[in-house]
C-alpha cells in the first residue's frame, strides 16, 4: 500500500524547504570551523583548514549531496514504511561483509543521529503526532514521519564523502555541521507542526499502551516496582474489586477472586492486543490463547507472580519471533504463523486446568524456532561457505606473517621490503593456500619465492653468486607480479615494490666477473631491467620452501597462541560477543539503520559471525571486531528492552489505581 497523499504533500513541501535549510548549515559550519575552537578536539584543529578550504570551494557540491540523498533517504524510509511485498521476495544480494571501517561509518551516523534527536526531541515527537493523522492512524507512531532524524545524518555524511576524502575529515565534518544541523532542525519541526495545525490536521493522541519501553509512568516509581516485582500478584492484591470491571463490550465477570482474576486477565490481554510492537496476525495468534491461560490462572495461583510460567513464556517467545519478520510476505512469518495457530488451536482444546498444554506448546515451538533456523542455515551455506574460507585465510596470514618475521630477522633489507614480506606476501601465500591448496600452483612458487627473495637481497660475494641471481631474477620478478596481482594489490603499490628491489639487485650484480659477451655491454641497471620484462615459464624445483621455518604440514591445524582477537576492545564488549549463541535475536545498527537479526552462525575461531536478516535470504556477515565495536558504541542491542507480557504489566500499572 503506498503512503497516503496527504503525508506526500507534507513530505514533499519538508524537501523543498530544505535548500535554504543546508545553505545555512553550511555557513554554520563555516562560521564554527573558523572562529571557534573550543568545540574542536586538538586533532580536529589540525583539519580545520583543509575542512574550510573543501567547504569554500565544493560548497554547491556539498549541498547538491546533501539534497540528493536527504530525498533517497525520505523514499527509503517511504518504502520501508509500505511494507512493500516486492522487499520481501527480492532476490538476496551478494556477501558483503561487514569490517571495521564499514562499522565505524555507521557509529559516526549513530552519533550525529543522537546529537540531532537529543536537541529536537520535543519538537519531533510533536510533528509525529501530525504525521501519524496524515497516514490516518488512530495511534501516535515514529514510523510515520519519513523525516527523521537518521535520515538527515545519512544525508550529512554522504555530503562530506563527497568532498573530503579522509575518515577523519569526514567525521569532524559530520559531528560539527550535525550539530549545526539540530538546531535548525528544531526550529523547522516545530515551524511544520505550526503550519500543519493551521491547515485544520488534528495532532493524534499518545495512548498509554503505546509508551516506549521503559518509558516513565506519571504513576511513582516505587508503585511501579512494587507491581512489576511480583508480575500481576500483587496488582490483584492491592487494586479494589470495582477497578477491575470489564472493558466496555465485555461480559460482566462472576464475583468474587476468580472474577478479578478473569477481569485482570481480561485487560491483560486487551493490553497485549493493543501492543503494537506486535504485528496483527501474531496478535491474533496469541488472542486464541486467552480462555485457555484463564484455566490456567484460575487453578494455579503461581501464574500470577512468575515470568517464568509457561503460559507467559509461550507467548513472549510467539511474540519475540514474530517481531523478527516484519515483512508481511516473509515465508519465515508464514510458517510461524501457521504453526503457531495449530498449537494455539491444540491448547485451547485442550480441557485440563493445569500447565501442561501450555508446557508441551512451549517445547514444539522451541522445537519449530530450531529447524527454522537450521534451514535458514542451510539456504546460507554458499555465504557460510565463503566466511569459512576467509577465517582460514585470515588465521593462515597471522601465522606466516609471523613466520616470516622470523625468517627475515637475520637478513639486512629495507624497511619497505620488510613489510612487504611479513604483510603483503603473507596475505598472498594466505590466499593461495586457501584458494588453490598447499601442494598447488601457483602456492609452491609462491613459497620459493620467498627463499629466492630473501637470498637475492644480500648474495654471497663471488662470482658463482652473480650468475645464480641472473637465472633468478626473471622468474622471482614473475612470481612477485603474479602474487600481488592474485590479491589485488594496487598497481601503485606493485611498482614500488619492484622500484625499492631494483637497486639492491643492481648493487649485487656490480662485481667485474662477467659470464657473457652479451652482457658484457649492459649496466647492472640494465640487466635488472631486461630481467624485469622478461616473462620465463614456471618450472618446479625440486627445493622447495623446505629449508625455511615455515612447516606446510602445521597449517591444517592452527596454534590458539597466532589467533590475536584481543584488539582493545572494551571487556564488557568482547564478553557479550562470546555470550552470543545462534538463534538470539537482536537489534544491530548497520547501514545508517537498525535493523532485527538473528545470529545464525560463528565461525569455529569466532572470528566472522552471520545474521539473518528481516528480508527472507537477507544476511550479514560481520567481523568479530566489527560487532565489538558496535557493541562498544551501544549499536548491538537486544530486540527487546521488555519481552510482551512485561509491556503488558506495565500498561495495567499505568492504567490501573495504586495505593499510596
Known amino acids: 500500500m503506498s503512503a497516503p497523499a496527504r503525508l506526500l504533500s507534507f513530505v514533499d513541501d519538508e524537501l523543498a524547504r530544505s535548500a535554504p535549510m543546508i545553505e545555512r548549515c553550511v555557513a554554520g559550519t563555516l562560521a564554527l570551523l573558523r572562529d571557534s575552537r573550543d568545540g574542536l578536539a586538538q586533532s580536529e584543529r589540525e583539519r580545520q583548514f583543509e575542512l574550510v578550504e573543501a567547504l569554500q570551494r565544493q560548497g554547491a557540491r556539498y549541498q547538491a549531496r546533501f539534497l540528493e540523498a536527504l530525498r533517497e533517504g525520505v523514499q527509503r524510509e517511504l518504502a520501508a514504511a509500505d511494507g512493500a511485498a516486492a522487499a520481501a521476495h527480492a532476490a538476496p544480494a551478494a556477501l558483503e561483509l561487514m569490517d571495521e571501517s564499514r562499522v565505524e561509518t555507521d557509529i559516526e551516523i549513530s552519533r550525529a543521529l543522537q546529537l540531532i534527536d537529543s536537541t529536537a526531541e520535543w519538537e519531533r515527537r510533536e510533528l509525529q503526532t501530525f504525521t501519524s493523522t496524515l497516514c490516518g492512524l488512530d495511534h501516535v507512531s515514529e514510523e ?36 549545526v544541523m539540530a538546531g535548525l532542525l528544531k526550529n523547522a519541526w516545530a515551524a511544520a507542526s505550526s503550519r500543519l495545525e493551521a491547515a485544520g490536521v488534528q495532532p493524534g493522541v499518545y495512548r498509554t499502551v503505546l509508551l516506549a519501553p521503559g518509558a ?17 500478584g500483587p496488582l490483584l492484591a492491592n487494586v479494589p474489586a470495582g477497578e477491575l470491571a470489564p472493558l466496555p463490550g465485555m461480559a460482566a465477570a462472576p464475583a468474587g477472586t476468580d472474577g478479578r482474576v478473569a477481569a485482570l486477565l481480561t485487560r491483560l490481554f486487551a493490553a497485549i492486543q493493543a501492543d503494537t510492537l506486535v504485528g496483527a496476525p501474531v496478535r491474533a495468534v496469541l488472542a486464541r490463547l486467552q480462555v485457555a491461560a484463564l484455566r490456567v490462572a484460575l487453578q494455579d495461583s503461581s501464574i500470577l507472580d512468575a515470568p517464568a510460567h509457561p503460559v507467559w513464556q509461550l507467548m513472549n517467545r510467539i511474540a519475540a519471533a514474530g517481531r523478527s519478520y516484519p515483512a508481511a510476505g516473509d515465508k519465515r512469518l508464514v510458517a510461524l504463523l501457521a504453526f503457531c495457530d495449530a498449537l494455539a488451536e491444540e491448547v485451547s482444546r485442550a480441557q485440563v486446568g493445569d500447565a501442561t498444554p501450555f508446557r508441551r ?13 537450521q534451514w535458514q542455515l542451510r539456504e546460507a551455506a554458499h555465504s557460510v561457505e565463503s566466511l569459512q574460507r576467509a577465517e582460514r585465510r585470515d588465521v593462515l596470514e597471522q601465522v606466516l606473517s609471523q613466520r616470516l618475521a622470523d625468517q627475515m630477522a637475520p637478513v639486512s633489507a629495507p624497511a619497505s621490503i620488510r613489510r612487504f614480506v611479513t604483510a603483503t606476501w603473507a596475505k598472498v601465500l594466505a590466499e593461495a593456500m586457501v584458494r588453490f591448496g598447499e601442494q598447488a600452483e601457483p602456492t609452491p612458487g609462491y613459497l620459493r619465492a620467498v627463499d629466492d627473495l630473501l637470498w637475492s637481497l644480500a648474495p654471497p660475494a663471488h662470482p658463482q653468486s652473480r650468475q645464480r641471481l641472473v637465472a633468478l631474477l626473471p622468474g622471482l620478478l614473475q612470481r612477485l607480479r603474479s602474487g600481488m596481482a592474485l590479491i589485488a594489490l594496487p598497481e601503485a603499490e606493485q611498482q614500488a615494490v619492484l622500484d625499492t628491489l631494483m637497486p639492491i639487485h643492481a648493487e649485487a650484480l656490480r662485481p667485474a666477473a662477467r659470464a657473457a659477451s ?11 631491467q631486461r630481467m624485469r620484462d622478461e616473462v620465463i615459464p614456471e618450472t618446479p624445483l625440486a627445493r622447495p620452501f623446505g629449508d625455511s621455518v615455515i612447516d ?6 592452527v596454534p590458539a597462541d597466532f589467533l590475536h582477537t584481543d584488539i582493545g576492545a572494551p571487556e564488557d564488549a568482547a564478553r557479550h560477543v562470546d555470550r552470543l549463541q545462534p538463534g538470539e535475536r537482536l537489534r544491530l545498527f548497520v547501514r545508517g539503520r537498525w535493523t532485527r537479526v538473528q545470529l545464525l552462525w560463528r565461525s569455529d575461531k569466532g572470528l566472522y559471525l552471520l545474521f539473518a536478516g528481516e528480508q527472507p535470504g537477507q544476511t550479514h556477515s560481520i567481523t568479530r571486531r566489527a560487532l565489538e565495536r558496535l557493541e562498544g558504541a551501544g549499536l548491538l542491542q537486544p530486540q527487546e528492552d521488555k519481552p510482551l507480557v512485561q509491556r503488558a504489566i506495565d500498561t495495567l500499572v499505568n492504567e490501573l489505581p495504586l495505593p499510596g
Open 144 to 179: 510515520s514521519n519519513p523525516l527523521r532524524p537518521i535520515v538527515y545524518a545519512t544525508a550529512l555524511w554522504e555530503a562530506a564523502c563527497a568532498i573530503v576524502p579522509a575518515p577523519a575529515h569526514r567525521a569532524t565534518l559530520l559531528r560539527l555541521s550535525a550539530g
Open 216 to 232: 516513565v509512568s506519571s504513576r511513582s516509581a516505587s508503585a511501579r516496582e512494587a507491581a512489576l516485582a511480583g508480575m500481576l
Open 361 to 373: 506448546a512451549l517445547a514444539r515451538i522451541d522445537a519449530f524456532l530450531a529447524e527454522q533456523l
Open 518 to 528: 652479451s652482457e658484457a655491454a649492459l649496466t647492472p641497471e640494465q640487466i635488472v
Open 552 to 557: 606446510l604440514a602445521s597449517m591444517d591445524t
